[in-house]
């Protein structure tokens, strides 16, 4: 199993975070993760999206959090899914009016993208957001697994 540093402090494992760029989205707005298969567009996919999506942590543990210069914001912390271990760089760009533009979330390692995916695209099931998470016939196949013989 793999495991990622994290401070071993419970005081600094979060379950209470809200982004405070989330609530300030540019309608044309576009999020991208390790987790999907496409690229997030509008403010409302987002929001329903990143609305499920931190109901699966565990906890996060913040290593940086904050503004990176004048256009940016940075998020780095490390957690649990389902009490697998996960390790998340968040890279938000702001547009010249202030606003969210670009999200981009990198999570490791794989098993745990591939746990996530596999989660979100359950829950969103027979949606219009299904096709942006892997299936569980996909998520079989990228770990090698075959029906029958």
Do not use: C
Request: hydrophobic fraction near 35%; charged fraction near 25%.
């Amino acid at each position: 199993m793999t495991s990622y540093p994290g401070s071993g402090d419970a005081a600094r494992q979060r379950r209470d975070y809200t982004p405070e760029w989330l609530g300030n989205l540019a309608d044309d707005v576009t999020m991208e993760a390790s987790v999907l298969t496409g690229i997030i567009k509008g403010p409302q996919a987002v929001r329903e999206i990143l609305s499920f999506a931190r109901t699966l942590y565990d906890y996060q543990d913040f290593h940086v959090i904050g503004r990176y210069g004048d256009a940016d914001f940075v998020e780095d912390y490390t957690a649990t899914v389902h009490g697998e271990p996960i390790g998340s760089i968040v890279v938000v760009r702001f547009n010249e009016a202030g606003q969210t533009q670009n999200i981009v979330i990198n999570h490791r390692p794989l098993n745990s993208v591939l746990l996530w995916s596999k989660l979100m695209g359950e829950h969103f099931a027979g949606t219009d957001y299904a096709d942006h998470f892997l299936q569980p016939e996909d998520i079989d196949k990228l770990q090698g697994r075959r029906e029958g013989p």
